[in-house]
Structure formats: structure tokens, C-alpha cells
């Protein structure tokens, strides 16, 4: 990858890499947009199959960043951090804590959070070196795991394109394969299973799977058929890039929505989806949840105040459809348009010059 070629492109403003040998520590720190403020993502540990593909991952993801957080009506810009490792065998204090003087070495310029890979301990950790974190644990006054507040998201999103698709919201009786039932995607089962849908799961941790089916009488089947069983609705809640060529011609869904971010491997994939149908939620609208629960802390949290917030995913989901359907566009084409217009009305309405938040006159004394 040609990386400044790429950040030209995509107009990135900063990519930070982190090491700590003492500790193992290698992250990669993507900040993306910050018209309307702080960079705000989480943190991802993964294990990587190469340096570049990780670099990627943290790049996209903290694009992503960028549009969900303003889709969401946030006043926050978009980031993200990838740690090479596997969160099973290499997390240790010294990795976390070293992290989190790094952050407070960007001063503010990014929060981070929870991601795939990384919990409230992590979070606790990191934020014994820095304030500039968020979803650490409720003792401090936080918020603390983000992802049942993004399944509950999840949730009334895929209602909202239900009723497009099969002109009732009701949940009751559908069919929805769910691939990966881990933390966001376990509450999500809860919801559905309590409306009274059949769940089809997958995941290729095996205990996660027999949690399922032992609590929600969901059906287990093996990760490569998920694609192509028989559903209404496919939730990917895994990992990202999994509607693409080989995917799509097994898909049986009228409806995609899952927690998931970077679904789409490619924009062309919406444009393929779109022509056969399917209601697509796009992914950053729909898993909004668990960033506008964190980005609630900044305001001192009230879980009552974000959840409110969190239920307007299911409007917003349903302007998204209508603005797609009066224009003839794809869902993710009218999402991508909703967040750059947010966005360019901010930086032109912010010409004015605004010394430390306030609009007055500085005097030299
Ligand atoms: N946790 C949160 O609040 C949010 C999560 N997301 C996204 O939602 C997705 C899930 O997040 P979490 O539940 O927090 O992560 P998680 O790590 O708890 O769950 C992901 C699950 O997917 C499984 N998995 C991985 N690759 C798979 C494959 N090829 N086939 C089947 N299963 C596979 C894993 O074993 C794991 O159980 C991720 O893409 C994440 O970025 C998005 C917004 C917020
Ligand atoms: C987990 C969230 C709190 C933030 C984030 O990184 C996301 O929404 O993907």
C-alpha cells in the first residue's frame, strides 16, 4: 500500500503507530475527520495476517468512525485503533497502559472505546494513563460495555427495514441468520428470541454457538454456510467485508442488517444488493448504539438520555429507505450522502474565528 497516496485519497489526517517493546504493544492509531470534533473509535485486537492488513483495517474502520459518528448527530469526528495480537494469549497490563500514554499524547485528539477484542478491563487499564477514554467501567461513572446498547440498536434498526421489506416491523416468526454470536450479537439473540424470531447462528468459537442454541433454541450451523441458508434476514455481526462476489449469489435475505462495520467489501457490492432487492441497513447507522452510549459521557452519562438516542436508529433507518427509494439510490449511497452533507454544513458554518470556545474578543493584557 502506497499509505499517503491512500490518506490523500480518503483525506485521513493522521496515522500514529505505537510500539512498546517492553510490553509487545504494536497499534496503529487512524484518525480520520475532526470537523465536528474529537476522533472517537474503538479499539481492535486482532491477529493480523500482515502489517498492511491491519493498517488497512484501522484505516477503514476509522473512516467508518467518521460517518457513523456523523450520521448519529454527534459532534465527534471519526478514528479507530487497530493492536496487533491475539487477545486471548498476548494482553497485558504494561500493552494497555502504554496504549493509553500514547493516547494522552494526542491531547484529546482521540477517545477511544471498546471494539472486537478489547473490554471494560482494557478500558479500566488505558484509562489509568489517560481521561480520553470512554465505556470504562460504571464504578467511575461510565458507561461501561458498550455492545448491549449496540445490539439494542441493531435491533430496532433491522425492525425499521423489516417493515420495508415485509410491510410489518413485527419480528415474529422471521427467519434471521446471525454470523458471530459474540458480545453484541448475544443481546441482539435475547431481543429477537424474546419477539419470537428462529434463530440460525454461526460463529467459529463453538462455546459462543452452544451458548445459543442452549439459550435461545437457536439453530447451529457450520461459518461457510451461513450465507446460504434459508432466512429473511441476514445479520452479519462478525467481522467486516462479508458481502461480496462469493457471498451475494448464496444470500436468500430480503434483508441485511447486523452490527457488523465495513460490511459492503466494496461500494459496488451495495449497488449489487440493491439491484436484487435487498433492504440493506447500512452498517454505520445501524450499530450507532454503543458510540452514541460512550459519546454520552461526555456529557455525564444518563443511561435513560442515550438510550432515547439509541431507539432513533429505527428512524433513521426508515429516512434512509425513503430518501434511497425517492432518489433510486442504494441505502448506503443515501447514508454516505446524509453524513458528508452533516459534515461540509459544519466546516463552512465554523469560519468564524472562536478562541477557546468563546465567541468574544481577546484582549492582550
Ligand atoms: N461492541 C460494540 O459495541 C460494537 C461492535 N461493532 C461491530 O460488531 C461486530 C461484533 O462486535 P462484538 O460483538 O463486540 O465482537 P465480539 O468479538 O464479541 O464478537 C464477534 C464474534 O464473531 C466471531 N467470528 C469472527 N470471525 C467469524 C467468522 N468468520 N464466522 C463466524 N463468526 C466469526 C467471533 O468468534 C466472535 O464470537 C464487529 O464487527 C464490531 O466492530 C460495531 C459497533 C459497536
Ligand atoms: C464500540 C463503540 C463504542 C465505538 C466503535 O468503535 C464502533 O462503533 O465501531
Known amino acids: ?3 499517503f497516496k491512500y490518506l490523500e485519497k480518503y483525506d485521513y489526517e493522521q496515522v500514529v ?12 492509531i487512524a484518525i480520520h475527520d475532526t470537523t465536528l470534533g474529537p476522533a472517537l473509535g474503538g479499539t481492535r485486537m486482532w491477529t493480523y495476517e500482515s502489517e498492511e492488513a491491519a493498517i488497512e483495517d484501522a484505516l477503514r474502520l476509522a473512516k467508518g468512525m467518521t460517518y457513523k459518528n456523523a450520521a448519529a448527530g454527534l459532534n465527534l469526528g471519526g478514528g ?58 460504571p464504578a467511575f461513572g461510565s458507561s461501561g460495555n458498550p455492545s448491549p446498547v449496540t445490539a ?8 425499521a427495514a423489516a ?33 419470537g424470531a428462529q434463530l440460525i447462528v454461526t460463529d467459529i468459537n463453538k462455546e459462543a454457538v452452544a451458548r445459543a442454541v442452549e439459550d435461545f433454541g437457536a439453530k447451529a450451523v457450520d461459518p461457510n454456510d451461513i450465507y446460504s441458508v434459508e432466512c429473511d434476514i441476514y445479520a452479519p455481526c462478525a467481522l467486516g467485508a462479508t458481502i461480496n462476489d462469493d457471498t451475494i449469489p448464496q444470500l436468500k435475505a430480503k434483508v441485511i442488517a447486523g452490527s457488523a462495520n465495513n460490511q459492503l467489501k466494496d461500494t459496488r457490492h451495495g449497488d449489487i444488493i440493491h439491484e436484487m432487492g435487498i433492504v440493506y441497513a447500512p452498517d454505520y447507522v445501524i450499530n450507532a448504539g454503543g458510540v452514541i452510549n460512550v459519546a454520552d459521557e461526555l456529557y455525564g452519562y444518563n443511561h435513560e438520555r442515550a438510550m432515547k438516542k439509541v431507539e432513533l436508529i429505527y428512524n433513521s433507518i426508515e429516512k434512509i429507505i425513503e430518501i434511497a427509494k425517492r432518489d433510486g439510490i442504494p441505502t448506503y449511497v443515501a447514508a454516505d450522502r446524509m453524513a458528508e452533507e452533516r459534515i461540509e454544513r459544519m466546516r463552512n458554518s465554523r469560519s468564524q474565528f472562536l478562541r477557546n470556545g468563546h465567541n468574544t474578543l481577546s484582549r492582550r493584557k
Not at 17 to 28: E, M, R, W
Open 1 to 3: 500500500m502506497e499509505i
Open 17 to 28: 503507530f505505537c510500539q512498546d517493546k517492553t510490553s509487545g504493544l504494536k497499534a496503529i
Open 80 to 137: 479507530k485503533t487497530v493492536i496487533i495480537g491475539d487477545p486471548r494469549k498476548d494482553k497485558n497490563e504494561e500493552m494497555f497502559r502504554a496504549f493509553g500514554r500514547y493516547i494522552q499524547g494526542l491531547n484529546g485528539r482521540y477517545i477511544t472505546a471498546e471494539d472486537v477484542g478489547t473490554t471494560v478491563a482494557d478500558m479500566d487499564l488505558i484509562h489509568e494513563e489517560t481521561d480520553f477514554v470512554t465505556g470504562i467501567s
Open 152 to 159: 439494542y440498536g441493531v435491533y430496532v434498526g433491522m425492525k
Open 163 to 195: 417493515k420495508e421489506a415485509f410491510g410489518s416491523d413485527s419480528l415474529e416468526g422471521k427467519v434471521i441468520a446471525i454470523q458471530g454470536v459474540g458480545n453484541v450479537a448475544y443481546t441482539l439473540c435475547k431481543y429477537l428470541h424474546e419477539e
